[in-house]
C-alpha cells in the first residue's frame, strides 16, 4: 500500500513494528531456553504455548555455542532474559536480511 500512495506523490512512511514485550516474546524465551535446558534435563517439558519448529531450536544453538560461558551461570528468569534479548537481536537481524533481499525498505523499526 505503501509503495502505491508513494507512486501516487504521497509522503508515506514506513514503520516495523517489533513485538518485543509481554506474552509471545516470554513465549518465545522460553522456547529457546528449552532447547538449552533439555540437554541437562530430558524430562523438562516443552513450554504449554512455546513456539514449536526447527527455525527457534537452530536459533537457540546457535546462541548456545556463542555464550557458553555467560549461559553457563544463568538460571530460571535470568535465563529466559538472556535468551530473549540475544534471541530477539538474531531473529531481527535474519528479518532486516530476508526483507533487504526482497527490496523491501522501512523508514525505522518501532520497539
Not at 33 to 42: E, N, R, V
Not at 76 to 87: I, N, Q, R, T
Request: glycine share 8%; aromatic share 16%; net charge negative.
Amino acid at each position: 500500500m505503501a509503495n502505491v500512495l508513494s507512486w501516487q506523490g504521497y509522503e508515506v512512511e514506513r514503520e516495523f513494528y517489533v513485538n518485543d514485550t509481554g506474552n509471545q516474546i516470554q513465549k518465545f524465551a522460553e522456547t529457546l531456553a528449552y532447547y538449552y535446558t533439555i540437554k541437562t534435563d530430558p524430562k523438562f517439558h516443552f513450554p504449554e504455548g512455546g513456539y514449536p519448529g526447527e527455525f527457534l531450536k537452530e536459533v537457540s544453538e546457535e546462541i548456545q555455542k556463542e555464550n557458553k560461558a555467560e549461559i553457563a551461570g544463568l538460571r530460571d528468569d535470568k535465563l529466559s532474559e538472556f535468551f530473549a534479548k540475544v534471541g530477539l537481536e538474531k531473529t531481527l537481524r535474519r528479518i532486516k536480511e530476508d526483507i533487504d533481499a526482497l527490496g523491501i525498505c522501512f523508514d525505522r523499526f518501532v520497539y
